[in-house]
């Protein structure tokens, strides 16, 4: 039975056997592995990994691609789970998970930051997602890709593009080139978890207008004499600043405001 792509899921199913023998190369699955994949679509990586795990997790939101893949593979090898993965919740499976996917490109930013929740039961995560979001996500700072989507995902993770894949691997083709990128959680994170609220306000009023200094950008949040005992220049703009620099203006002002106040 063939199965319609749906325009409101952002379908586009990988048909390439060659990306897919690429894929499973970078991912390297051994059989005790507890591997969750997001979107498995009609099965292009579900089929090659079931070949090399005792059993495989799928989250998947398209209910008539839910009964597809009951139908076609043993509930003994492949549990699909019928769920929006943006609602889904990862602590369930326990720890040691090691996700996949070929997100859909219209929420694939949202969906990263959900994950990010679940990180300290994450070894590792690979996604198929639009080539330009992941060179912003690699971008290193004083570079045009470098921003917001960086410094977030970049507090958080290690990460690696590792091959850049052409539209016509996919049906239907998407109108971009898309990217495979290796996501691992770092063993220390840049940002405490419980700071990062106002991490992300920080980094979100620093790029707030690009083109403008960190002086003008930050002016809610710290003064002249602030960035002298921080050692920043006023004059950069937020693009010059590495995580870690975010992270030390964070820091700074809980010390400066007692943690009373991380409202702009």
Do not use: C
Not at 13 to 21: I, R, Y
């Amino acid at each position: 039975m063939r199965h319609i792509p749906r325009k409101r899921f952002s379908q586009n199913f990988l048909v390439d056997p060659q990306v897919v023998a690429e894929i499973i190369l970078a991912i390297h699955p051994v059989k005790d592995d507890l591997l969750i994949e997001i979107g498995p679509g009609l099965g292009a990586l579900t089929q090659p990994l079931l070949q090399l795990l005792h059993h495989l997790h799928a989250v998947e939101i398209d209910r008539d691609i839910v009964e597809r893949l009951r139908k076609e593979f043993s509930a003994e090898r492949l549990t699909v789970h019928s769920a929006d993965a943006m609602k889904f919740n990862f602590f369930s499976f326990g720890r040691n998970l090691r996700v996949i996917g070929n997100l859909p490109y219209n929420i694939s930013t949202p969906i990263l930051f959900y994950l990010s929740k679940f990180l300290e039961n994450i070894i590792d995560m690979h996604f198929m997602l639009q080539k330009e979001v992941v060179e912003r996500m690699v971008a290193v700072p004083s570079t045009s890709n470098y921003g917001r989507l960086s410094v977030m995902l970049q507090s958080r993770f290690k990460m690696e593009q590792l091959f850049i894949v052409p539209p016509e691997a996919f049906y239907p083709s998407p109108k971009i080139e898309s990217a495979f990128v290796r996501m691992i959680p770092l063993q220390e994170s840049v940002i405490e978890v419980d700071k990062e609220e106002l991490f992300a306000l920080v980094v979100a009023a620093a790029f707030s207008h690009r083109r403008k200094t960190l002086r003008n950008t930050l002016q809610n949040y710290i003064k002249l004499e602030d960035f002298i005992l921080l050692g920043i220049d006023p004059k950069l703009r937020a693009e010059n600043l590495s995580p870690k620099q975010f992270a030390e203006i964070t820091y700074y002002l809980l010390r400066k405001w007692d943690g009373r106040n991380i409202e702009n």
